[in-house]
Structures are given as C-alpha cells and as structure tokens.
C-alpha cells in the first residue's frame, strides 16, 4: 500500500516543477523609453517593448505599459498605452508641469509591464532634468546664422561643452548643417552658419537645433523658421489633365476618341442589324 504521505509530497514536487518550468519559459520583455520635449509645443516618452525569442530579438506588440511619476518613493499613475505592430508607443503629457521632481528638480519616471501569458514583467526608469533651448536668427556680414542657448531651467544655468546638432527639415531626411559636434561655449551658445541656395517652399527653412539623448536632459528640441532659402518652383500637375490624374483629369484625347470609336463600332452595328430586317422583308 502507497503511503498518502509520500503520495501528496509527490504531487506538490511534480506542481513545483511545473510552475518553475512555466515561469522559466516566459520570455524576458525588454523597456526603453526616450524622453522628448519640443520647445513650445509637445512633451512626450517615445517608448519600445522587446524581447529575445528564439534567440532573436523581437518587437512585442499589444502589451499595455502603465506609466508612474516616482516622487518620493510614492507612484503616482500618469496613464497608460499599448504598443503597436513594431512594439512602439508614445505618452503625451499636457506638459512639463504634469508631472513633479524631487528634492534635486529631477524628474523620474517608471514604465512597466505586468506581465502575460507569454512574457514575463518588466520596468525601465529614467530620470532627467528640465532643459531649454532659446534659438534665434542672426546675420553677420551678409552671411545669415542660427544661434541657440542651452539653460538648466531647474537651476537657471547655463549649460557648457553640450554637444547640440543643427538640421534643416526634409520630406525623408533632415539636412545636417554646422559641425557634427556644436558644443556649447561658456555662455551656453553655438552659432551655425547656414548655407545658401538651399531650397525650400516660400523659401521657408524649417531649422531644428536639437540636444539628443542626453543621460541628464533626454531629448529636447526647438524649431525655428528662416527665410534664407530658395524659393521652390511648384512644377505639380496636380491640377492638370495628365496620364496619372484621378478620373476627373482624365486628358482629353483619352476622354474623345475611345468615345468616337465607340459610337462608330455601335454605328456598324446598328447599320447591319438594320440591313438584315430589310433582307428578311424582301
């Protein structure tokens, strides 16, 4: 006869290892998040769920993240989103001011996964300091400049050897403009010249000065709009009759002689049916 008692310690080892065995076949999710502020305008978390299966790295879609301010070792909950096909997804906050710093004007803030059926839980934290660019235009001797100034806001600082970079924006890819590395100089300012001839509509460039993820600033950008370009020649056929226009600028020729070879072919027609009652008459 068994012993219930070896009995019932059988079950609970083979139920452990099957829970460990479940436990350990989850895949690990893997966080990133960005922080990006734009002056005057969005504040945001650009944030990426990951995850090794298989031996490949994956982006995992349709996982909810809740997203916490940490102040004080307390969680205060800002919302939630659920990531994309691409395992992407984005937090807008109001602004700045919807969220609180610590004691050191730094803010931090968690993102986390609970965690399903396939994957297991996860967090990432960030922390960062409120940063702010101030650009503005300026020529010099006929030739025409962007200038921007990097501050603390949290201190009122002016920010020395930040490395900022300068693009003009495109339809596919922005134009880097200036040195690879414009670091700020000890009043917190670089100046990039900005090239002639360089097209744009109206002859309105879009600038953007950038500090891009920064370990203690995240990402913060400003944009500022300079009529220094040449003017762009609207050479659309939009509103023209041509071959790949929508029905209603269908060219004409294509409108009037299918239309006639139509109405003959019907024409031919109609002359030998009537031709044939005549025959039949006869």
Known sequence: MINPLITRHFFLVVLSVFLCTSTFAQDKVRLKANYVKIMNSEV?????????????????????????????????????????????????????????????????????FAGNDAFSDASKSISFKDAAIEAKLITIDSVNYVTATLTD????????????????????????????????????TILVSIPEGIPGVDGILAIEVILNESDEFGTVKTIVKAPFGKPVVDESTFDERTMWSPRNKTPLFLLIFPNLLTFAMWGIIIYLITNLFKITKS
Do not use: M, W
């Open 44 to 112: 945001y978390f650009d944030l990426q769920a990951t995850a090794k299966v298989d031996g490949e790295n994956v982006n995992v879609p349709k996982v909810e993240l809740l997203i916490f301010n940490i102040v004080d070792d307390e969680q205060l909950e800002l919302g939630k989103v659920t990531t994309n096909a691409g395992g992407k997804a984005r937090f807008t906050l109001k602004d700045l001011s919807s969220i609180k710093p610590d004691s050191t004007n730094t803010y931090n803030v968690e993102v986390s």
């Open 153 to 188: 806001k949290s201190t009122d600082s002016l920010i020395i050897g930040q490395s900022l970079k300068v693009q003009i924006q495109r339809l596919f890819k922005n134009l880097p403009i200036g040195e690879e590395f414009n670091e700020t100089d000890e009043d917190g």
